[in-house]
């Protein structure tokens, strides 16, 4: 981990790495104000570690100390791993197989067919990633960029009242008490910290991921990027493969790169099509076996029978394994089977 190397006392790389800022690069780019607010040590401090960081990232260090930036020990990257936070999707079963949720410092690609809820769990997770750190979250804001035209405010709204209502309905249970209006999420605030784009082209769509790098760095509370969906224009208005081939993949190491050096979560949502395998055809994710190895993690959303399943495909840390969802009005929550359903009637 590149802040183990900085000549800083332990309780500040500790305040540092529980703060998300594990590179140097996120370090010295900071301004002294927010690096004291987010750390909660004085500015004067504050400075140090940004001119420390600053010169751990030139030449010269690098050819004194003898390391490469970058380099970290096996014991650093499992340490990462093992505190690395998560978004929850606000259902307990997928939450299971994923791990806590949505991994940040990753890129997520969840694909299904038409209906299967890939919009809905976006807006979820959009809404989610605002649940305040008190309460188990991470108090950030999200960009929504909609390719398709499929971005539902009203549906993000009817979302954002479920979950404002479930927050204070866990906070004064644990509580005993209503807690005051201020200490928890408005459904009016969880809209503003949804950042939109709509793109209408591939050039558009490569254009913003260009601009993200320097937008976060001015909006450092963004801690999720969902791009749905990740395919439409590639598929629409490409002839020449080789070239969409090499766009996408440097599109993908730009978003790798920003989960990495944001200490945030990037979720693509993707389309199926027909593939011709041993004889038949059959459903597949959309862009290709290249494509395929550009995400972290993959999820499938399949439909069984009239339960929609959620199954772990590709992830260098998850098993592959499968658990059952529900869209409802409230948003994505636990399925609930038609056996589970007609046990409940019965027993009321």
Request: aromatic share 6%; proline share 3%.
């Amino acid at each position: 981990m590149e802040v183990g190397r900085l000549p800083i006392s332990a309780a500040q790389k500790g305040k540092l790495i529980s703060a998300g800022y594990t590179t140097l690069s996120s370090i010295s780019s900071l301004s002294p104000t927010l690096l004291s607010r987010d750390l909660n040590i004085s500015e004067t401090d504050a400075l140090e570690i940004i001119k420390h960081a600053s010169l751990g990232g030139t030449m010269d260090d690098c050819s004194s100390s003898g390391a490469i930036i970058g380099a970290q020990t096996a014991w650093d990257v499992l340490h990462e791993e093992e505190s690395a936070t998560r978004i929850t999707t606000s259902s307990v079963d997928l939450d299971h197989i994923l791990g806590g949720g949505i991994s940040c410092c990753e890129v997520t690609e969840i694909g299904g067919v038409p209906g299967i809820g890939k919009t809905q769990i976006g807006i979820q997770l959009a809404v989610n990633v605002q649940i305040p750190v008190h309460c188990g979250g991470l108090g950030g804001k999200a960009i929504y960029i909609d390719t398709e035209g499929s971005f539902m405010v009203e549906r993000v709204l009817q979302i954002a009242q479920a979950c404002a209502v479930e927050m204070s309905t866990s906070y004064a249970s644990s509580h005993n008490s209503l807690p005051p209006s201020h200490i928890l999420m408005q459904p009016e605030d969880i809209l503003e910290n949804i950042i939109y784009f709509r793109v209408c082209s591939y050039t558009e769509q490569i254009a913003l991921v260009n601009y993200l790098d320097k937008f976060i760095s001015e909006h450092r509370e963004v801690k999720l990027v969902i791009i749905d969906s990740i395919t439409f224009h590639f598929r629409q208005d490409f002839d020449d493969l080789a070239l969409r081939t090499r766009l996408l993949g440097g599109m993908a190491l730009k978003l790798m790169k920003l989960a990495k050096k944001f200490v945030l979560a990037v979720v693509l949502l993707n389309q199926v099509t027909t593939k011709y395998t041993e004889g038949s055809f059959q459903l597949s994710l959309a862009l290709g076996d290249s494509w395929s190895h550009a995400c972290t993690n993959r999820i499938i959303l399949y439909w069984n029978c009239d339960e929609r399943y959620a199954y772990i495909d590709k992830s260098p840390s998850l098993r592959s394994t499968s658990a059952p969802y529900a869209v409802t009005s409230s948003g994505i929550r636990n399925s609930v089977s038609k056996c589970q359903q007609i046990l409940r009637t019965q027993a009321t």
